[in-house]
Nanobody, 124 residues
């Protein structure tokens, strides 16, 4: 069983930056592909970014490509989401998720473990 704990969400002005962190425990972190998702009020949970177990492969939603960067540090059992040039439409609860499958996935149902989420609010 893997436990995931996100942190780093806060209120920020449009154009600003935030770095989200997700720390894992209870499993072999380096064997999991990791993803970041977000969910705004009244909307479905949507894919943001994913990273392979080694960090050599990444994939992004079109809406964040060029602004967000996903990375991981397997020695610290952590995955990060650097968010730059934030927009009000980035406002959401951000979740990290872990998947033991072989390829990067964008659909939430394929991820086995989830954190509790961290709130990001971008003011205009």
């Amino acid at each position: 069983q893997v436990q995931l704990v996100e942190s780093g969400g806060e209120l920020v002005q449009a154009g600003g930056s935030l770095r989200l962190s997700c720390v894992a425990s209870g499993g072999t972190f380096s064997t999991y592909r990791m993803g970041w998702f977000r969910q705004a009020p009244g909307k479905e949970r949507e894919f943001v970014a994913a990273i392979s177990w080694s960090g050599s492969s990444t994939f992004y939603a079109d809406s964040v490509k060029g602004r967000f960067t996903i990375s991981r540090d397997n020695a610290k059992n952590a995955v990060y989401l650097q968010m730059n040039s934030l927009k009000p439409e980035d406002t959401a609860v951000y979740y990290c998720a872990a998947d033991s499958g072989l390829i990067l996935k964008v659909t939430p149902k394929w991820y086995e473990y989830w954190g509790q989420g961290t709130q990001v609010t971008v003011s205009s």
